[in-house]
């Protein structure tokens, strides 16, 4: 279709601006000169790009000329085809995908999106189709997979959430480079640390609260209660129950005189410790609830318990598949991680041994005022069903 062209070579020479105010006048394809008070001339082209109206600038008048301008403009005009609407940066869609979710999301869960992509601070700057995968590789480096890989991998999956929307909007290609599929031969693995445990089969944390509505429907079952205790603790089975062996006591069980009803807190010695070192567990409400409705048959909480007593529960009674005592423990951190808690914090409350010099620096005092608070919003979260 040829462009019909308006202005002439003389009318461009003796434009004025009109009333003193910044004015145009227009030829063809949306192509005009822009006249200022000052006296200054420039030529512009007008393009909508998606919501948007951009102004892009061709040159002063009369350093380029009518002519120029209209070849100027069809060129700028194939560029523009060529590379079409401007996309939205990485940190403008997460912004706006954090504020879509946020209304079904717990406000610490809402914090925890904004301030791990937050730091994503050269992906926020670059346009969504723009984004490969070095790029991520860059914002996520082998440094800090090492350090947080929990927290790095859950950031991936965030990445990947992102740009899974900017796909379905059309601002880039099918193609997903947070994917971990292209991300997992490249991490390292994780190093084991030397009291981790081995692994055990654990429950989604998701599935938990059902699981303890189920304990709580056997109303007179002494191992229902201690595993619910466990579970709400975050404690390793034979520090709740002991371990005897061929009647051999490997372990003492845990005793009433453990208990700070006053400081609310579970005080272990670290004779009871897998690592030698006595560990002080936070009692929540339905925790400390739990404690006091239980009777008093002897120094030991759960007086006569078997350490084989849980598993008996879940396998044998419960016909619990995919799952470990132990595995709670696992469901525990992921869920307490997905929440947004800082993984030295979590590890403390698991007694684990701390990996590094940054996660120890938070075994100085044992951090209980800012375990209270996880341990709480963890219990809230595995009743909710009950």
């Known amino acids: 279709m040829k462009e019909r062209f308006r202005l002439k070579a003389r009318e461009v020479a003796t434009a004025k601006c009109k009333d003193g105010k910044v004015t145009y006048i227009w030829d063809g394809g949306s192509l005009g000169l822009r006249l200022a008070p000052t006296g200054s001339r420039s030529w512009i082209l007008r393009k909508r790009l998606g919501d948007k109206v951009n102004e892009y600038g061709l040159g002063s008048y009369p350093t380029v000329s009518l002519a120029e301008a209209r070849t100027k403009a069809a060129a700028r005009r194939i560029e523009l085809s060529l590379t079409g609407p401007a996309r939205p940066t990485f940190g403008k869609l997460a912004a706006l995908i954090i504020d879509r979710k946020a209304p079904g999301m717990a406000t610490q869960t809402v914090q925890d999106w904004r301030t791990t992509l937050g730091r994503l601070t050269t992906l926020n700057k670059t346009p969504v189709d723009k984004i490969d995968v070095p790029a991520i590789r860059a914002a996520l480096p082998i440094e800090q997979w090492q350090q947080y890989p929990v927290q790095t991998k859950h950031t991936l999956a965030r990445i990947a959430l992102v740009l899974n929307a900017a796909i379905a909007d059309g601002h880039r290609d099918p193609f997903n480079p947070a994917k971990w599929d292209m991300h997992k031969a490249w991490v390292p693995a994780r190093p084991k640390a030397a009291d981790e445990d081995n692994h055990h089969p654990a429950m989604p944390w ?76 936070p009692l929540s409400e339905p925790a400390i609830h739990l404690l006091q409705s239980l009777p008093r048959r002897g120094p030991a909480v759960f007086e006569g318990l078997s350490h084989k007593a849980f598993d008996v529960l879940m396998r044998r009674q419960l016909k619990v598949v995919g799952a470990s005592p132990h595995g709670f423990r696992s469901a525990f951190f992921d869920w307490a991680v997905a929440q947004g808690y800082p993984e030295p914090l979590v590890n403390l409350c698991l007694a684990h041994k701390l990996r590094d010099a940054v996660e120890a620096a938070y075994n100085r005092s044992n951090r209980v005022p800012e375990r209270i608070p996880l341990m709480q919003a963890w219990s809230e979260h595995v009743t909710a069903a009950t």
């Open 206 to 281: 998701q599935d938990v609260p059902l699981f303890i509505q189920s304990l709580r429907m056997r109303k007179d079952d002494l191992a229902a209660r201690a595993l619910e205790f466990l579970i709400l603790t975050g404690a390793r089975t034979d520090e709740v129950t002991g371990k005897v062996i061929k009647g051999e006591v490997r372990k003492a069980p845990m005793t009433w005189s453990e208990i700070d009803w006053e400081g609310r807190l579970w005080r272990i010695p670290g004779s009871r410790m897998k690592r030698g070192v006595r560990h002080v567990v």
